[in-house]
């Protein structure tokens, strides 16, 4: 079993910064990838951005250059780091870890963490 804890979302300004934080614990040996995903009121849940143990990232087009993904392999934990936000990065951000990137199977989700962009 995999247990998932996120923190790090809130209420922002837009142009304003929010770091998100996922640790894994359990079974997690085999859980190559880590990443994020977030769902908006009325809209189907979309990947934001996805890393492998190795390093590699991969990210949605629209939050190129404003957030960045990391690991800490040491800790079994991932973050987003979110710059330059948008009110339509409004959206509950979920953390996901799971075997291979090609495929949603086996895959395991945080609670998720609520991010409001507003002035």
């Known amino acids: 079993q995999v247990q998932l804890v996120e923190s790090g979302g809130g209420l922002v300004q837009p142009g304003g910064s929010l770091r998100l934080s996922c640790a894994a614990s359990g079974s997690i040996f085999r859980l190559n990838i880590m990443g994020w995903y977030r769902q908006a009121p009325g809209k189907q849940r979309e990947l934001v951005a996805l890393t492998s143990r190795g390093g590699s990232t991969n990210y949605e087009d629209s939050v190129k250059g404003r957030f960045t993904i990391s690991r800490d392999n040491t800790k079994n934990t991932v973050y987003l780091q979110m710059n330059g936000l948008k009110p339509e990065d409004t959206a509950v951000y979920y953390c996901?870890?799971?075997?291979?990137?090609?495929?949603?199977?086996?895959?395991?989700w945080g609670q998720g963490t609520q991010v409001t962009v507003s002035s």
């Open positions: 996901n870890v799971r075997p291979t990137a090609t495929t949603l199977a086996g895959s395991y």
